[in-house]
């Protein structure tokens, strides 16, 4: 079974710093995806940053970006220029890229706790 | 606004009730995710639908029950309520079961159970 670690509860940035969490994970599988989700105190779930694991390059967008070690199993969120609106719950979580039953549930980890100070 | 739909937001309820939970997918999205997000499980898949039919399984209680209608809503029954089962309940649709990068899952906004 895939399991999913964030060994950081909580986390804090100044405003216009950059902050980076972490995330490993354990899977025997080769071909799968990783994704980073944030959820503010509204609770909404948003999609924030994909990276499929067959692709080398580094997923980015806007001013989140990936730093992927599929070797290290290990998949961090670096957020630049940090807002007060980034602060939030983000979980990372883990699917498979094929499922022979075509199941394609998100395996959470338990969430990091990031707040900005102004 | 992910464009999926969840009813109610919030439900209070009593122990050994029944309630139902709704979720409308986004348009044209045939998968269908239900997740509990509890303070001490954190988010755990509970089951999947595909195009009215029962995908996959998790860490369902058999108290537990769901269904995806021909028109692609679904309910998630839950019965028999105890304390433990206060959680927040997502739905999260996705376009296909095919495993590609553009079946990303989107969720929608959840319905926060109280059981007292």
């Known amino acids: 079974a895939q399991t999913v670690t964030q060994s950081q509860p909580e986390m804090s940035v100044q405003e216009a710093e950059t902050v980076t969490l972490s995330c490993t994970y354990d899977?025997?599988?080769?071909?799968?995806?990783l994704f980073w989700y944030k959820q503010p105190p509204s609770r909404q779930m948003i999609l924030v940053i994909r990276q499929e694991a067959y692709k080398q390059q580094n997923a980015t967008e806007n001013r989140f970006s990936v730093n992927f070690q599929k070797a290290a199993k290990s998949f961090s969120l670096k957020i630049s220029d940090s807002q007060l609106g980034d602060a939030a719950m983000y979980f990372c979580?883990?699917?498979?890229?094929?499922?022979?039953?075509?199941?394609?549930?998100?395996?959470f980890g338990k969430g990091t706790k990031l707040s900005v100070i102004p | 606004d992910s464009g999926v739909t969840q009813t109610p937001k919030h439900l209070i309820t009593a122990t050994g009730q029944r309630v139902t939970l709704r979720c409308s997918p986004r348009s044209g999205d045939l998968s269908v995710y239900w997740y509990q997000q509890s303070l001490d499980q954190g988010l755990q898949f509970l089951i999947q639908y595909y195009n009215g039919e029962e995908r996959a399984k998790g860490n369902i209680l058999e108290r537990f029950s769901a269904q995806q209608f021909p028109d692609l809503h679904s309910e998630l029954n839950l019965s028999s309520l105890e304390l433990g089962d206060s959680a927040l309940y997502f739905c999260?649709?996705?376009?296909?079961?095919?495993?590609?990068?553009?079946?990303?899952?989107?969720f929608g906004p959840g319905t926060r159970l109280t059981v007292l």
């Open positions: 979580a883990y699917r498979l890229l094929y499922s022979g039953a075509g199941s394609y549930q998100l395996t």
């Open positions: 899977t025997s599988e080769s071909d799968y995806y």
């Open positions: 999260a649709s996705s376009p296909r079961a095919s495993g590609g990068i553009t079946d990303t899952q989107y």
